[in-house]
């Protein structure tokens, strides 16, 4: 089977095309219309050829058409005042398919792959998505393949007497072309992560995708109605590196807090706070109580226009990431627009602290977020707060916020609320019973749900008390709040997030856009604000399956180790690998018991040794054959199935170890010589074709196009001295050529010696002719 090398070229460079669309179309970074415009376009150019067209008459079109299309962008991104990327990123388009219409030269094809990385780079714009980095994988592998046939065809066209056999190729050439462009990947992909790194790069993140978040709002509307969607997309991803939290729902992710209550919505007027600066990039919030150990939490946010710091209540102190840029820190609502200006200017690497505990940044605003917390969530008993002193939290509450600002009541405060909650707390005897109690009588005889009821003309905390009496967490936070302050209790709202989904294969908790939620929030003397939530138990239900689990930890891993690969993610890998060179008495790794964790682990080391001796063996096996592409899926089956039945034992580098033991197994056994040296197949090549040019001398009629089975016929039918020799030189050529058989050195001595004895002949019968 052989393939014409121009049409081959040609293909390749149209996937290569199609692939920075098909990023396009991911990104949505063009609409329908360009999309399709483009595709059909496209298809329409790889026909635009002679014989149905010459280059001479439609060259002279070019010009005027570009320049047209270029005042067109410019003048409709002037007139629309549209984005001058989009413009430029419409030209590249123009551009490329241009030159597809222009494939004249071999260059014109290069220009053409050229233009289409542009395009591709120009995505990163508009998406960052592991999708994305699948695709910019498969092209860097065609492109490889793509720029070696480009100088295939370069040197057929320098050497005319070659073109004839050099312009057909067939699979085994092409496979050839694709290991060596894979190998050539996966070395970058090494270098990528070997070459040091000093922060999160020029641009930080600015890939990232663009999207606010969904659930989480530092607004809160009581007022809105209809039905809320399950967003299950993942907003915030925590890992912990001491070991996952023995229970995952009552973490509650603290973001913003709330004091003021109009009837309809929550406001922030307590915002006066101070910056906090960084020291060695760690922010001192508050100071810990002495000898408290407090939870890490390496918490990676997506992209939000909120630019919160979350973390579990209280967080005592919060790391920054390294980056070769100053920070800037969000101020939220702080004022007028000048003076926000103003303390934006005076911020460097810090994070502004408000009063209220709530703690801010600012990072671009369209960028994700990558920063550490320490805290350690309070949970005191009921006994403890039954016995806290509410004259002197009441002091301390009006020394810090004065004009009882945690007990204000909306204007519209309607009697019965008041009514009600005395009458639910009557039997109360504490401070801690009251508040226990209304959070038990809206929990036991309220209703959770989504689809939100129309409150109509009523007040909306009205109508979810006394007509409807059900709705999402911020109707539950809002009355409860509202109840506790009604009878002189001070209260606040809060809204963050509640729990996550553990993510199994990855090891971290995914914080879902549907995981936002409100709480209440009331003071103690001696502990400071306590949380209480009054939502039923089982209002967040656990959304996803073992397939988003995976997508997710896959999307995760790309941007831990791919946008977002720094400094810290460089030295943790360093660190893992002294970890496993640490000798395991030196270690804790499963047991320091080595019979315990041989008990353990015996059986997939077993496993480990088997396959890779049968990897060896399988490539022993296959020593001179033709590597075939289902020999490459199964050492890829191979390599996957051992790489995953290893990780377990050394971690994440158990499963690079055991992929990679069978796959050296296999290449060593099928390919290392452990004799003698082999000789090349472009030395037996340069042979062949000096016997060939030969036979040609001796009149024979071969031409370059003719293979060398064709010769071998010729040869065989002649009267040339020899002939049988000559027969058997050409037949061992074949069998190294094309049928995977070796020479040793020695070999290939005794058949340089044949080729010479042959052309001896030969050229000294030629000498007579000419005597005589």
């Given at each position: 089977?052989?393939?014409n ?49 010459r ?25 629309l ?32 792959t ?39 065809r ?57 999207e ?20 299950t ?24 807090s ?18 906090k ?21 390496d ?55 408000t ?6 940044y ?11 917390a ?13 016995r806290?002193?509410w ?13 009882e ?14 009514e009600l ?36 003309d ?11 009496q ?59 604000w ?48 002294q ?5 395991p008495?030196?270690r ?20 480990v ?39 377990p ?34 030395a ?49 050529y ?6 995977g ?7 290939f ?24």
């Amino acid at each position: 089977m052989t393939w014409n090398l121009t049409t081959t070229h040609k293909t390749c460079t149209y996937a290569l095309v199609g692939i920075a669309l098909a990023a396009l179309v991911i990104a949505n970074a063009t609409n329908l219309f360009v999309n399709g415009l483009f595709l059909v376009l496209g298809l329409v150019s790889w026909f635009w050829e002679p014989p149905r067209i010459r280059w001479e008459q439609v060259a002279p079109l070019w010009m005027p058409l570009t320049v047209g299309v270029l005042v067109l962008l410019v003048l409709g991104t002037v007139a629309l005042k549209a984005n001058p990327l989009d413009a430029s990123l419409y030209l590249l388009l123009y551009l490329t398919l241009a030159k597809l219409f222009q494939r004249e030269r071999p260059e014109d094809y290069n220009q053409a792959t050229a233009l289409s990385f542009l395009v591709l780079a120009a995505t990163t714009v508009y998406t960052s998505d592991i999708l994305f980095g699948l695709l910019f994988a498969l092209y860097v592998i065609l492109g490889v393949m793509n720029f070696t046939l480009y100088h295939l065809r370069v040197q057929v066209r320098s050497h005319p007497k070659a073109a004839g056999q050099s312009r057909l190729f067939g699979p085994r050439v092409m496979m050839a072309l694709f290991w060596v462009a894979v190998v050539t990947f996966l070395m970058s992909v090494g270098l990528f992560f070997l070459f040091p790194r000093v922060g999160l790069g020029f641009f930080g993140r600015g890939a990232g995708q663009q999207e606010a978040s969904q659930g989480f709002n530092d607004q809160v509307n009581v007022g809105d109605h209809g039905r809320l969607n399950q967003d299950t997309r993942v907003v915030m991803r925590v890992e912990f590196p001491e070991g996952r939290p023995p229970q995952i729902m009552p973490l509650y992710w603290r973001g913003v807090s709330f004091d003021r209550y109009d009837g309809t919505a929550w406001l922030r007027t307590q915002m006066d706070g101070q910056l906090k600066s960084a020291q060695d990039q760690v922010v001192e919030l508050r100071s810990p109580p002495e000898g408290t150990a407090l939870i890490r939490q390496d918490i990676y946010l997506e992209p939000s226009p909120h630019l919160v710091l979350f973390a579990l209540n209280p967080a005592y102190r919060v790391k920054l990431p390294e980056t070769v840029q100053g920070l800037r820190v969000q101020v939220g609502n702080l004022g007028e627009p000048q003076d926000r200006a103003r303390i934006i200017r005076q911020w460097g690497r810090s994070v502004y602290q408000t009063r209220t505990g709530d703690v801010y940044y600012n990072y671009g605003g369209d960028v994700g977020y990558q920063y550490s917390a320490w805290s350690r969530p309070i949970f005191p008993s009921a006994n403890d707060l039954r016995r806290v002193d509410w004259n002197l939290t009441r002091q301390r509450v009006q020394q810090q916020w004065p004009n009882e600002v945690y007990l204000q009541l909306p204007p519209d405060f309607n009697p019965k609320i008041r009514e009600l909650t005395e009458e639910i707390t009557r039997t109360a005897p504490t401070e801690f019973d009251q508040v226990q109690a209304i959070q038990d009588y809206l929990t036991q005889n309220f209703t959770y749900t989504t689809d939100l009821p129309n409150p109509g003309d009523e007040p909306p905390l009205d109508a979810f008390l006394f007509t409807h009496q059900r709705g999402h967490c911020e109707y539950f936070a809002t009355a409860m709040t509202v109840m506790l302050r009604s009878i002189g209790i001070p209260a606040r709202l809060v809204n963050g997030y509640l729990g996550g989904r553990w993510n199994q294969y990855d090891q971290y908790l995914a914080v879902q856009a549907a995981n936002a939620h409100s709480w209440v929030e009331v003071p103690f003397a001696g502990y400071n604000w306590v949380t209480f939530d009054p939502t039923p138990a089982g209002a967040l239900p656990q959304i996803g399956g073992w397939w988003s689990d995976l997508a997710d930890a896959l999307r995760f891993r790309w941007n831990k180790y791919v946008l977002e690969y720094n400094l810290d993610t460089q030295m943790e890998g360093v660190k893992s690998v002294q970890s496993w060179l640490t000798p395991p008495a030196n270690r804790q790794v499963q047991s320091s018991d080595w019979q315990t964790w041989w008990r353990q682990n015996g059986l997939r080391v077993g496993v480990v040794i088997l396959l890779t001796g049968a990897s060896g063996v399988w490539g022993y096996g296959h020593r001179g054959r033709v590597f075939r592409g289902r020999d490459g899926l199964g050492l890829v089956l191979l390599v996957g199935g051992t790489g995953w039945v290893a990780q377990p034992l050394l971690e994440t580098w158990g499963t690079a170890l055991g992929g990679g033991a069978p796959a050296l197994a296999y290449v060593l056994a099928r390919y290392l010589r452990w004799g003698q040296a082999q000789a090349s197949v472009p030395a037996i090549s340069r042979l062949y074709l000096q016997l060939r040019d030969e036979l040609a001398q001796q009149g024979l009629p071969i031409t370059p196009e003719m293979g060398p089975m064709a010769v071998l016929l010729m040869v065989r039918a002649s009267d040339l001295p020899a002939r049988d020799v000559a027969a058997q030189v050409l037949e061992t050529y074949m069998n190294v050529r094309f049928g995977g058989q070796s020479l040793s050195r020695s070999e290939f001595r005794s058949y340089q010696q044949q080729v010479q004895y042959l052309l001896q002949q030969w050229q000294s019968r030629q000498k007579q002719k000419v005597t005589h």
